[in-house]
Protein backbone atom coordinates (compact mmCIF):
# COMPACT_ATOMS: atom_id res chain seq x y z
CA UNK A 1 0.00 0.00 0.00
CA UNK A 2 0.89 3.62 -0.31
CA UNK A 3 -0.02 6.81 0.85
CA UNK A 4 0.81 9.91 -0.86
CA UNK A 5 -0.55 13.80 -0.73
CA UNK A 6 -2.01 13.54 -4.20
CA UNK A 7 -5.72 13.21 -4.58
CA UNK A 8 -7.60 10.48 -5.29
CA UNK A 9 -8.10 11.11 -8.72
CA UNK A 10 -4.65 11.62 -9.42
CA UNK A 11 -3.05 8.73 -7.67
CA UNK A 12 -5.76 6.54 -9.44
CA UNK A 13 -4.13 7.52 -12.56
CA UNK A 14 -0.63 7.35 -11.40
CA UNK A 15 -1.41 3.45 -10.49
CA UNK A 16 -3.13 2.86 -13.82
CA UNK A 17 -0.24 3.98 -15.70
CA UNK A 18 2.30 2.67 -14.02
CA UNK A 19 0.44 -1.08 -13.58
CA UNK A 20 0.45 -1.30 -9.58
CA UNK A 21 -1.24 -3.70 -8.12
CA UNK A 22 -1.66 -2.29 -4.61
CA UNK A 23 -3.72 0.09 -3.45
CA UNK A 24 -2.81 4.09 -3.23
CA UNK A 25 -4.08 6.23 -0.93
CA UNK A 26 -4.83 9.72 -1.08
CA UNK A 27 -4.03 11.93 2.19
CA UNK A 28 -4.39 15.26 0.51
CA UNK A 29 -4.04 17.37 4.13
CA UNK A 30 -1.13 15.19 5.17
CA UNK A 31 -2.84 13.68 8.31
CA UNK A 32 -1.25 10.85 7.93
CA UNK A 33 1.91 11.90 6.74
CA UNK A 34 2.50 14.27 9.89
CA UNK A 35 1.16 11.43 12.02
CA UNK A 36 3.86 9.53 11.74
CA UNK A 37 7.20 12.25 10.70
CA UNK A 38 6.69 11.55 7.39
CA UNK A 39 6.26 14.99 6.07
CA UNK A 40 8.96 16.97 3.69
CA UNK A 41 8.04 20.63 3.98
CA UNK A 42 8.58 22.08 0.35
CA UNK A 43 10.10 19.24 -0.93
CA UNK A 44 7.62 18.86 -3.90
CA UNK A 45 8.56 20.33 -7.35
CA UNK A 46 6.75 23.51 -6.91
CA UNK A 47 7.82 23.62 -3.55
CA UNK A 48 4.38 21.92 -1.82
CA UNK A 49 4.46 19.67 0.67
CA UNK A 50 4.72 16.02 0.10
CA UNK A 51 5.69 12.85 1.89
CA UNK A 52 9.16 11.78 2.51
CA UNK A 53 9.95 8.26 0.91
CA UNK A 54 9.81 5.65 3.53
CA UNK A 55 8.79 2.20 3.03
CA UNK A 56 7.76 -0.06 5.98
CA UNK A 57 7.20 -3.95 6.60
CA UNK A 58 4.35 -4.87 8.94
CA UNK A 59 4.08 -8.19 10.21
CA UNK A 60 0.72 -9.57 10.63
CA UNK A 61 0.26 -8.95 14.61
CA UNK A 62 0.88 -4.43 12.99
CA UNK A 63 4.24 -4.95 14.32
CA UNK A 64 7.03 -2.71 12.26
CA UNK A 65 9.89 -5.12 11.01
CA UNK A 66 11.50 -3.15 8.39
CA UNK A 67 12.53 0.56 7.92
CA UNK A 68 13.74 2.45 4.99
CA UNK A 69 13.47 6.35 5.01
CA UNK A 70 15.05 8.76 2.17
CA UNK A 71 15.51 12.44 1.99
CA UNK A 72 14.97 12.29 -1.97
CA UNK A 73 11.87 11.44 -3.49
CA UNK A 74 13.73 9.92 -6.67
CA UNK A 75 15.00 7.43 -3.82
CA UNK A 76 13.50 4.35 -2.50
CA UNK A 77 13.93 1.18 -1.56
CA UNK A 78 14.78 -1.93 -4.04
CA UNK A 79 12.69 -4.93 -4.68
CA UNK A 80 15.23 -7.06 -3.33
CA UNK A 81 16.32 -5.16 -0.33
CA UNK A 82 12.87 -5.04 0.52
CA UNK A 83 12.05 -8.87 -0.20
CA UNK A 84 15.64 -9.93 2.17
CA UNK A 85 14.52 -8.01 4.69
CA UNK A 86 10.98 -10.15 4.57
CA UNK A 87 12.89 -12.99 3.99
CA UNK A 88 15.19 -12.45 7.39
CA UNK A 89 11.33 -11.85 9.33
CA UNK A 90 10.39 -15.72 8.57
Known amino acids: MAICVDSAAVSRDLSKKAGY ?3 ILSDPNSAVIRRYHLLHPGGGPDGQDIARPAEF ?5 KVVRWTNFAEDVRVRARADEMLA ?3 QLR
Not at 57 to 61: A, E, F, I, Q, T
Open 57 to 61: LVDRD
Open 21 to 23: TFP
Open 85 to 87: AAS
